[in-house]
C-alpha cells in the first residue's frame, strides 16, 4: 500500500486566497484524521470522520476552515480566506478501528 | 481528556538502552496508552501501544506501571536513526466508540554517536 497521500507537498499563498489540501486515506480505513503542526502549538487535532462522517470538529479554529470527506477514498480541508497565522504543517492520518494511525507527509502551508 | 507528562528531553548514547518516561495520572480504565514518534521533517509513526500488560514489538518495549499511572518507553539498543521526539498519547474513547489522539509536546530525545 502506497500510505496515506497528501498533495500537494509544499503550498504558498498569499493571504486572502483560498487554499485545498487533499487526502487519500489507506484503503479501507474508516477513520482519517485532520491535524495542524506549527512550533508554537504542537501537534493540533482539527477534525477526524469516521466513515466518510464528521465526528469532531471542535479544534476547527474558525469558520474559515472546513473539512470534507465525499467518499472512502478522499478528504479536504479548505481554508477560505487564508492568513499568515494558518502557516502550519498539515497532516492528514487514517487508521482502521481503533488500530494506530498512519500519518502522511504532510502538506507545508506559508500564507504571506 | 488525559493529560500525559513527559519530560522535555532526554539524551543517550548510540546502541545504549533508552528508557523514556511518561506520567499519566488521570488516566481512566479504558484508556490506552499509545506512542509515536515524529523524525525531522516527517509525520508522526505508530511506536506501541498498551492497556495494563507490558508490550513488545519489533521497534520497542512497553511497560506499564501496576496502578497505571505511568509508563515507560524501551529503546533497547538506540541508533542514530530513533532521534526523534516521542509522544505518549492517552486514546481518548468517546461515547459513540469513535476515539481520538491528542498529541502533547513530546520528549526529544537526541542520539550521540
Known amino acids: 500500500d502506497a500510505g496515506v497521500i497528501q498533495s500537494p507537498r509544499h503550498e504558498v499563498t498569499e493571504m486572502g486566497q483560498e487554499v485545498t489540501l487533499r487526502c487519500k486515506p489507506i484503503?479501507?480505513?474508516?477513520?482519517l484524521f485532520w491535524y495542524r503542526q506549527t512550533m508554537m502549538r504542537g501537534l493540533e487535532l482539527l477534525i477526524y470522520?469516521?466513515?466518510?462522517?464528521?465526528?469532531?470538529d471542535s479544534g476547527m479554529p474558525e469558520d474559515r476552515f472546513s473539512a470534507k470527506m465525499p467518499n472512502a477514498s478522499f478528504s479536504t480541508l479548505k481554508i477560505q480566506p487564508s492568513e499568515p497565522r494558518d502557516s502550519a504543517v498539515y497532516f492528514c492520518?487514517?487508521?482502521?478501528?481503533?488500530?494506530?494511525?498512519?500519518f502522511g507527509s504532510g502538506t507545508q502551508l506559508s500564507v504571506l | 481528556d488525559a493529560k500525559t507528562t513527559q519530560p522535555n528531553s532526554m539524551e543517550s548514547n548510540e546502541e545504549e538502552p533508552v528508557h523514556l518516561p511518561c506520567n499519566h495520572s488521570?488516566?481512566?480504565?479504558?484508556?490506552?496508552i499509545h506512542w509515536y514518534r515524529q523524525l525531522p521533517s516527517q509525520g508522526p509513526e505508530y511506536v506501541i501501544h498498551g492497556l495494563t500488560s507490558n508490550v513488545n514489538n519489533r521497534m520497542a518495549s512497553l511497560a506499564i506501571a501496576e496502578d497505571r499511572k505511568s509508563s515507560t518507553l524501551i529503546l533497547h539498543r538506540a541508533t542514530l536513526r530513533d532521534a526523534a521526539v516521542y509522544y505518549c498519547i492517552l486514546r481518548d474513547v468517546m461515547r459513540d466508540s469513535s476515539y481520538k489522539l491528542i498529541f502533547g509536546s513530546g520528549t526529544r530525545l537526541l542520539v550521540r554517536p
Open positions: 484503503s479501507g480505513h474508516d477513520y
Open positions: 492520518a487514517s487508521s482502521l478501528r481503533s488500530e494506530k494511525l498512519f
Open positions: 470522520f469516521n466513515n466518510n462522517v464528521p465526528i469532531d
Open positions: 488521570t488516566i481512566s480504565g479504558t484508556d490506552y
